[in-house]
């Protein structure tokens, strides 16, 4: 089992720059990680990591990656959330497998999030025709 530390992650600038997400709440099967730049509580981006892991009638192992990504607005010279940017990630790993298939697994999504394909899709909403 990993130690929680801080999380420093590039943003999407054109000059990254590099957030830390800093532990907030961490247990075994839940981890929160917030990057407070905001200054206002409701504003902090956040982290989420979990871990499910096999059990009872369950033989399947799951891992999630959660991102929260709110967005101020400024009504009447008061701060506050406009809206806010998720993503959600979960990986599925029956209990049979394979350190290397979890490897496997693993680059297929890091790299696959790098492909132009799916950058275009994600990123920027432009549909597969």
Known sequence: ???AAAITINDG???PV???FSPESVTPALSVFSERSAGIASLFK???????FASGKSTVNRATFKVEYPVAQVVGGVTSVAYILR?????????QCTDADRK????????GLA??????????????Y
């Open 104 to 111: 496997d697994l693993y680059a297929y999504l890091k790299n």
């Open 13 to 15: 600038l054109a000059t």
């Open 87 to 95: 993503a959600n990630l979960e990986l599925i790993l029956p209990d």
């Open 115 to 128: 492909h132009a394909s799916i950058t275009g899709v994600l990123r920027d909403l432009d549909p597969q």
């Open 1 to 3: 089992m990993s130690q």
């Open 46 to 52: 956040k982290l989420k990591l979990t871990n499910t």
């Open 18 to 20: 590099a957030r830390t």
